[in-house]
């Protein structure tokens, strides 16, 4: 209704004499503005939705896109700042009225804004230097009540995406925003990551120093944010840090069993040492659950093999992409996804926002004929979703050239084997998923042993 609004304004104003691109750039701007008003109301997961938003407006044709950069940068931009005596009232419910005593210094100067929350710079009590992130008073009602509202609102996602399970996507959606309120997972997920990969000459994860309640104490991590290298970076750090950001992703999989689903350009740091610095550790699972070997497998054969449209449409049943008995144009399906395997299927490749642009017009074609509509999403894929989804996006910003496919299968030996099988004389070898589970175990059970 207000975008119609708009548009018979438009109208009016084009018979006062007015251009059609002055009109409708003043339409977009209008409607970029009350997208931000209507995303502001959602005070407690905002500025996440903004985040993902912020990446995935690269795929708006540019001419059309600044108006929606300027109201998302509008809308990163607002999370509240706590007063001092705010700060100090939230950190002395979670950690005691003497909470000061733990710290030789504290700065009531917000370093950061987390997404429920705010940093604070602080020097421990034995000299180290600190990151303090305290949860805003009130964050986890103010999840809540956003999350009914996204419960509410998400029925009207079966208009255009009628074979999708949306209220079981929901759901998981919910579930993991939730997580993120728990600072007691999260420092133990950072801790398991930091065992993970302590002494890696390419990242450092931050000690987790103490957690209390709704705040978390970690060591402070110098260097220098991404968001100022995807503004300003020269194209070879770009596709460096780009490449260690995928590493990250990839061999957090499949070596130590562990999933960071939320690598967006504020959550890392480029060290002065070149490594990367990864903070935040709130959306994290194990990875992966049972069935996803077997899944990857399937979908690397139709790609990187002899598979075609009946593969695809095989295995999209086969792992629940489709509901039971839907009918679909399997030549379309495979039409639109197969140019997303294009990055993996050269040596080397880069990404970028025109082809990131392509990906995502073409998928999200609202035409009643977009097959896309007629697929789902398991649940439990909704993690993976998010981190590749998010992945991709930050790695088209970056205009990240490398060899994409050595990097992924250097870590993960399930889609070595799969994409092996390419070149074997016999392409209906059996894959031996037994033993890279075994070698992921074992993988595991090293690194616990060197904890």
């Known amino acids: 209704m207000a975008f119609a609004g708009r548009q018979a304004a438009g109208v009016g104003k084009r018979a006062l004499g007015r251009s059609s691109e002055e009109v409708n750039r003043e339409i977009q701007l209008r409607t970029a ?19 993902l938003l912020a990446i995935y407006e690269l795929a708006l044709p540019p001419e059309i896109a600044e108006p929606y950069r300027i109201a998302l940068s509008q809308l990163q931009d607002s999370a509240p700042i706590m007063l001092p005596a705010t700060v100090h009232e939230a950190i002395a419910a979670s950690m005691g009225e003497d909470w000061r005593a733990n710290f030789q ?49 998400s029925l009207l996602a079966t208009v255009f995406l009628p074979g999708a399970d949306v209220k079981a996507v929901t759901e998981a959606i919910c579930d993991s925003v939730r997580e993120e309120l728990d600072y007691a997972a999260e420092a133990e997920y950072q801790r398991t990551f930091a065992a ?38 020269a194209q070879a750090e770009r596709d460096r840090v ?39 550790f709130g959306a994290c699972s194990p990875w992966p659950p049972e069935g996803f070997d077997e899944l990857a497998l399937d979908y690397c054969k139709v790609f990187f093999s002899a598979g075609g449209p009946s593969e695809l449409a095989a295995a999209t049943r086969r792992h629940g992409f489709v509901a039971s008995g839907r009918a679909f144009d399997m030549e379309a399906l495979y039409a639109a996804v197969e140019p997303c395997s ?61 060899a994409y496919r050595d990097e992924i299968l250097r870590w993960l030996p399930v889609l070595a084997e799969a994409i092996g099988a390419m070149e074997d004389p016999d392409p209906n070898r059996p894959v031996d998923l037994a033993a890279v589970r075994k070698r992921r175990a074992d993988e595991q059970d090293r690194q616990m042993s060197v904890g």
């Open 33 to 51: 503005q009350h997208m931000f008003e209507v995303l502001g109301e959602l005070k407690g997961c905002a500025a996440k939705l903004g985040q």
């Open 105 to 153: 210094e504290f700065d009531d100067r917000r370093a950061a804004a987390a997404s429920l929350g705010q940093v604070h710079r602080a020097v421990w009590h034995d000299g180290r230097p600190v990151a303090v992130k305290v949860m805003y008073p009130g964050g986890r009602q103010a999840v809540e009540a956003d999350l009914e509202q996204l419960r509410r609102i």
């Open 196 to 233: 993970a990969y302590a002494d890696d000459p390419d990242f450092y994860i931050p000690q987790v120093i103490a957690q209390r309640g709704d705040v978390l104490i970690t060591e402070w991590v110098e260097g220098t944010p991404l968001t100022r290298i995807v503004a300003s970076g």
């Open 242 to 280: 780009g490449m260690l950001m995928l590493r990250f992703i990839t061999s957090g999989w499949g070596l130590h069993g562990l999933l960071y689903t939320d690598p967006h350009p504020g959550n890392f740091r480029v060290l002065p040492d070149g490594r990367l610095g990864v903070v935040d």
């Open 342 to 402: 294009e990055p993996f299927k050269h040596s080397t490749y880069r990404m970028t926002t025109p082809w990131l642009r392509r990906q995502v017009l073409r998928t999200t074609n609202p035409r009643l004929s977009n097959v896309i509509r007629e697929m789902t999403m398991p649940a439990y894929f909704t993690p993976f979703a998010r981190a590749v989804l998010t992945l991709v996006g930050v790695l088209s910003q970056l205009e990240t050239e490398g």
